[in-house]
């Protein structure tokens, strides 16, 4: 009988099981395949009882390309609230969001953080002073009824980014 069941193996799972399975490993990578620009990391807690996540790069204070006074906070209201869940639709959504900003800040600015906290996704970006609000709206363009808002700061010495670490990281 021990034989017999030796020859035996689980069937491989259906097509669109793979898929999901595929979809969360791919909202797990910080840098999501590649399409970020440096060495990214990820760090959960919680924050007032609910799940936090900040994705970071990580390479960033290291080498930065050129001086970038000014912290862009590109914030998107979620409708759903962020419980630690991935959802395909909604990261596609927020992907091709990011795509845009990345596409159209490229020369002018870098990612460096992004964070789920309960119905927020924000976006943080060290940007060179031609960035301003109307910029980024306009990268933006049409997002159908969303709640974004764009908030930019003076942050010359980077201490979001070395504060963000530090929490994050345990390093400066």
Same mark, same amino acid.
């Given at each position: 009988?021990?034989?017999?069941?030796? &020859?035996?193996?689980?069937?491989? #799972?259906?097509?669109? /099981?793979?898929?999901?399975?595929?979809?969360?490993?791919?909202?797990?990578?910080? !840098?999501?395949?590649?399409?970020?620009?440096?060495?990214?990391?990820?760090?959960?807690?919680?924050?007032? +009882?609910?799940?936090?996540? =900040?994705?970071?790069?990580?390479?960033?204070?290291?080498? #930065?390309?050129?001086?970038?006074?000014?912290?862009?906070?590109?914030?998107?209201?979620? +409708?759903? #609230?962020?419980? &630690?869940?991935?959802?395909?639709?909604?990261?596609?959504? /927020?992907?091709?969001?990011e795509q845009r900003l990345?596409?159209? /800040?490229?020369?002018?600015?870098? /990612?460096?953080?992004?964070?789920? =906290?309960?119905?927020?996704?924000? =976006?943080?970006?060290?940007?060179?002073?031609?960035?301003?609000?109307?910029?980024?709206?306009?990268?933006?363009?049409?997002?159908?009824?969303?709640?974004?808002?764009?908030?930019?700061?003076?942050?010359?010495?980077?201490?979001?980014? !070395?504060?963000?670490?530090?929490?994050?990281?345990?390093?400066?």
């Open positions: 009988m021990l034989a017999a069941l030796g &020859g035996c193996s689980d069937p491989a #799972p259906p097509a669109s /099981l793979q898929a999901e399975q595929a979809d969360v490993a791919k909202a797990a990578d910080p !840098s999501r395949n590649g399409a970020r620009a440096g060495r990214w990391a990820r760090a959960e807690s919680e924050r007032d +009882k609910l799940p936090i996540a =900040w994705q970071y790069r990580e390479d960033f204070a290291v080498a #930065p390309p050129r001086q970038l006074p000014q912290l862009v906070v590109v914030s998107q209201a979620l +409708k759903i #609230p962020y419980v &630690g869940q991935v959802d395909p639709a909604v990261q596609d959504e /927020l992907a091709v969001r990345l596409d159209a /800040l490229k020369d002018k600015a870098e /990612l460096v953080a992004v964070l789920d =906290w309960h119905v927020q996704h924000d =976006w943080f970006f060290y940007a060179d002073a031609s960035v301003t609000r109307e910029t980024v709206q306009a990268a933006l363009g049409d997002v159908g009824g969303h709640d974004i808002q764009v908030t930019l700061e003076n942050d010359v010495n980077q201490k979001f980014y !070395s504060g963000l670490k530090q929490r994050v990281s345990g390093s400066p």
